[in-house]
């Protein structure tokens, strides 16, 4: 199954030469790296984290297998004594990060690893794998679900995913994003979340006419009875043949119960409101409408616009390719040492012409604060672990790039809420994943402290991300004294 297959090769080939070189030159430095991104995607106000589940089962089986060993000896690389180290390789370090579902933005530590340096190396390609990826698949889908306004979304892309992790894990992303089930049914099965799905057009084109190809379906499915009506012609074949059954089944006493037309082609607008007055004059207007046709955000939004009569969304390529927006971005930085006899850390910064790319230094957490009496979020405070914060206290925070943007929290009206949690403690989880289905209802109820204008589908208001007085004055001081060598 995929979330038992040993991941730990799945690595860059520079980790593995760094970790050799680290072996050949002991060191007992204990390091922090934070995995980071530094855009929102799609140019939304806010992403969401997912990524974390698959992440810990693969921290959790990290080793190197016999085959794993004979194969890196093959390259004619490593030196036999750090092959014999890696046999007895695993995780003892920390890890601490956003729960899954969680709303996100830039810059932020999403995963926190402070561990032997060799470890802590090892696991960035595959960290970044796994979070870049479902972040992405769940931040568009929650857009999705947005553009829907309520309406059910089902997730389907599977055959246009890029390959089976990416249409298993995708869907399992885009269920936590808000979708309400997935036609994968690997998905369904690892994870426990509701399977749907219909028939295609061969189903239709299998039989002499439509009509029998609807009635057969019907008679096998009475209780999830979705007609596709656009084999051949919507209007004048399609909903009068689905029509018809939908009259059979009720004079048969059946519940109709989930039942309604599919229309995958043609002009969704158009289309569903003229299905809507047939099948409304025929005694049927309760009847599901589902859409589907390269469906995406801004289609669906428009779609609502103009006014269609669709309560129910297929959305399967744009969503599980992420259409539009290709990768999160998401980076993995060192920000810390701490050598063996160490009181502190030792911050470390990353230096670049782009500005947007000099790291934050330090051993870090984030905080939330809350507007008190909305629950909406009025800013996020990356600072040191150490750092507390009293509620009850003022707050002033700044724009760390034009620190005369300042904003002023008085005390009393708003919460505060650590972002990052322990999830391994001396190579242990002691974090337990709640279900995929949990997760959806979290992060359900992350987008509701979401301010509407950061919701917006374009030109979103950014929420504020700033640094403490304590983490800016430590950053600016080390870009004053890299700035003098």
């Known amino acids: 199954m995929l979330q038992e297959r040993n991941l730990t090769m799945m690595t860059d080939l520079y980790e593995l030469t760094m970790m050799q070189g680290y072996f050949k030159n002991p060191t007992d430095q204990v390091v922090v790296f934070d995995a980071f991104y530094r855009t929102n995607p799609y140019d939304s106000g806010y992403a969401i984290c997912c990524g974390l589940e698959q992440v810990i089962g693969y921290i959790r089986d990290l080793h190197f297998a016999a085959e794993d060993i004979d194969y890196l000896r093959s390259l004619n690389l490593f030196d036999e004594d750090f092959l014999d180290y890696l046999r007895g390789f695993h995780f003892t370090g920390d890890i601490y990060a956003i729960p899954e579902g969680s709303v996100i933005f830039p810059r932020e530590p999403l995963v926190k690893v402070v561990a032997p340096i060799m470890e802590a190396q090892l696991m960035e390609p595959t960290i970044l794998n796994v979070i870049n990826h479902q972040s992405l698949i769940a931040t568009k889908a929650s857009r999705v679900c947005y553009a829907a306004k309520g ?84 209007l004048r074949s399609g909903v009068p043949n689905a029509i018809t059954v939908f009259k059979e089944m009720k004079a048969a006493g059946l519940p109709m119960k989930g039942y309604g037309i599919r229309i995958d082609s043609g002009d969704l607008a158009y289309l569903s409101k003229k299905a809507y007055e047939m099948l409304d004059a025929a005694g049927f207007g309760d009847a599901i409408i589902s859409a589907s046709s390269d469906l995406d955000e801004y289609l669906i939004n428009s779609l609502k616009q103009q006014g269609a009569k669709i309560n129910s969304w ?73 750092e ?98």
């Open 151 to 234: 309406d059910g979304i089902m997730e389907f892309g599977l055959r246009r995913a890029q390959g089976p992790d990416a249409g298993t894990w995708g869907a399992r992303a885009a269920v936590i994003g808000g979708c309400v089930g997935t036609s994968n049914v690997l998905t369904g099965e690892l994870f426990n979340v509701p399977v749907k799905g219909t028939h295609a057009h061969s189903w239709i084109m299998s039989f002499p006419d439509e009509l029998t190809a609807f009635r057969t379906y019907a008679k096998m499915y009475p209780n999830a009875c979705i007609l596709l009506v656009d084999t051949y012609d919507v």
């Open 314 to 386: 297929g959305v399967g390529t744009n969503l599980i390719t992420s259409n539009g927006w290709s990768a999160f971005g998401g980076v993995y930085k060192l920000a810390a040492i701490k050598n063996k006899g160490d009181a502190e850390f030792t911050p470390k910064i990353k230096l670049s012409e782009n500005p947007e790319k000099i790291t934050n230094p330090g051993n870090k957490t984030v905080y939330r604060f809350y507007d008190k009496k909305t629950g909406k979020i009025r800013a996020d405070l990356i600072c040191l672990a150490d």
């Open 388 to 485: 507390k914060f009293d509620p009850e206290e003022d707050l002033t925070i700044f724009d760390p790039q034009a620190t005369w943007k300042k904003t002023t929290l008085k005390g009393g009206t708003y919460t505060v809420r650590e972002m990052l949690v322990p999830v391994f403690k001396n190579g242990q989880c002691v974090y337990t994943s709640p279900s995929t289905m949990e997760i959806r209802d979290i992060c359900t109820k992350e987008k509701e402290t979401l301010w509407d204008e950061t919701c917006r589908l374009t030109n979103p208001q950014n929420v504020y991300v700033d640094l403490s007085d304590k983490l800016y004055q430590m950053k600016q001081t080390l870009l004053h004294q890299m700035s003098r060598k």
